[in-house]
């Protein structure tokens, strides 16, 4: 959203405060991408803490703080703007204190926290007057109940319906004393720049699953994903680590993803996800700051770039084309779903592109061999590392007899490889 969106009201802010000015218990926000849902009932919430005459607690939760940290947090504090006051910030425990609305008060005002729902002991106990959890499709019923539960005013869930979860089986809609509200980027037509709306429009051929979902705001299907199952973990485990890259066009981002294989499980962290335009001089740079060590660590690249590759591997990095050819991307994919996938916490983007990769269907409703553009480059980036490391070779710097070191460029051969190191060792 722009600043201007902060500044103005929606259709979606106005249906959420009328649920809570009669005393609506739930409200359910059901829509498409760029319909003003999160940001439409942080507005709200904004508004409720500061004119509360009797102190509340707010409760914000997302499914873990990495996504607490880059969404809604970050939504408030552009939302807050510069009524914002650090010292009513605490950063260690995501907490924001709302300064008493009565001057005359020395009690604290509303309180509003920052809960990742991963962690479930800040679940249980803790009562609230009002909820809101966004993205509630990644949230269990489980935990979506716990937190309900301990609600005693308001409740407020948001999603983009991606499929059908908790929400729907449970006919929630129906419930009395609750509301829904569906949206669409139509909703927030005065707010958002013309260029969206277009983006947003140019998918309605392109991927009609997502122009479903994303466009539109009706629930969509699950049943083309490419890798369909997935789970979360903290970090990467310790172990053999090597890299895959994709490189970005124009609108499309460049991806660095990180990756170590222990036994049938494919451990995968999003290095950097980057959407303006890097040049490979930027991308070695990045590299080096993310701790990619030069000459040593595989990385595994995408083969239509062969310049680019040849630039980097030409500023020190053993980086090298991944398999290609006829059939490489169907089997780069089949490689990847041998393995149980796991992605770190704070790999978002390439999280949410897991959730949405999917075979795309042709106009009788049959599947293709393609896939969806839009949710592929960290899928590709990770293709990339995953079909192409039994092939990949590495040899670590020589150490006592001789101090030269050197690199394995991408065209050498194994028995040029041991010819050289013979060579090395005077052989």
Known sequence: MTEQAVQVTTRVFEEVLDAWFTKKRRAFLEGGTWSSKTYSIIQLLKKIAESSPEPLIISIVSESTPHLKRGAIRDFQAIMGEDFRDKCWNKTDSIYTFPNPDPESNKPGTRVEFIAADDSSKLRGARRHILFINEANNVTYDSYRELDMRTTLFTICDWNPVSEFWFHHNNLQEVDGNIYVHSTYLDAANVIPQSVKDQIEDYKDKDPNWWRVYGLGLV????????????????????????????????????????????????????????????????????????????????????????????????????KEAVKGHGSVEFGIQKVNQYYQRWTADSLECIKEQRNYRYIEDKDGRLTDKTTHTWSHGMDSRRYAVASIDRGTREKPKTGKSSFSFRIRPRETMQEVKELVARMNGG
């Open 220 to 319: 969509g299907k699950i049943t083309n994903l490419v890798h369909p199952n997935f789970k979360q973990v903290d970090e990467l485990p310790a172990g053999n680590r090597f890299y895959g890259l994709d490189f970005g066009y124009l609108h499309d981002p460049t991806v660095l993803t990180a990756h170590v294989i222990v036994g049938d499980e494919l451990f995968s962290q999003q290095v950097f996800y980057d959407d303006t335009g890097l040049t490979n001089d930027q991308i070695c740079r990045k590299m080096d700051l993310c701790g990619v060590r030069r000459g040593y660590d595989e990385i595994f690249a995408d083969p239509s770039e062969p310049k680019s590759i040849e630039e980097i591997y030409s500023d020190g990095f053993n980086i």
